[in-house]
């Protein structure tokens, strides 16, 4: 088990300059994320969660509200710190990909626009692809040993 967690969770060995560049991408995305997105939905979530759309069809907005509060609040923070990495991204995939293919309709421009949504995704996958970095918490944890 602990070797399958490494080979997903060590993150490649990169040059200082792509670690510290993981690094910046990481906690810009997922500050920006929590305060911008998360947070809102986290402090204003009895108030939200009546009228928060059921996107995905799971039977109620409070639900689907909570899988976002995880993805935004939660996934965001590990992303932030670089712990358990591509586990967060792959749940922001699925959170932004939602938010754009269903809620935006895949619209670039205009009234129900998803940009925003479409460039978290195009980060987040990036991120899921790369890793984490050498400067994460999942570098720490989660050693590559030998070659």
Not at 3 to 31: D, Y
Not at 57 to 75: M, S
Not at 84 to 103: E, K, Q
Request: positive net charge; hydrophobic residues 55%.
């Amino acid at each position: 088990m602990k070797a399958i967690c490494n080979r997903i969770f060590a993150p490649a060995s990169n040059s200082v300059t792509a670690n510290i560049a993981l690094l910046v991408l990481r906690v810009w995305l997922g500050v920006t994320l929590f305060a911008n997105h998360g947070l809102s939905k986290l402090t204003g979530f009895s108030k939200m969660s009546p009228f928060f759309a059921d996107t995905i069809h799971l039977g109620n907005g409070p639900l689907t509200l909570g899988l976002v509060v995880f993805a935004e609040v939660g996934c965001a923070t590990l992303l932030t710190l670089g712990l358990l990495s591509r586990f967060a991204a792959f749940v922001l995939i699925i959170n932004f990909s939602v938010a754009f293919f269903v809620h935006h309709k895949m619209a670039l421009s205009g009234a129900n626009s998803g940009e925003l949504a479409f460039i978290y995704l195009a980060v987040v996958v990036s991120l899921l692809i790369a890793g984490p970095g050498r400067i994460s918490a999942d570098a720490m944890i989660f050693k590559k040993t030998g070659k």
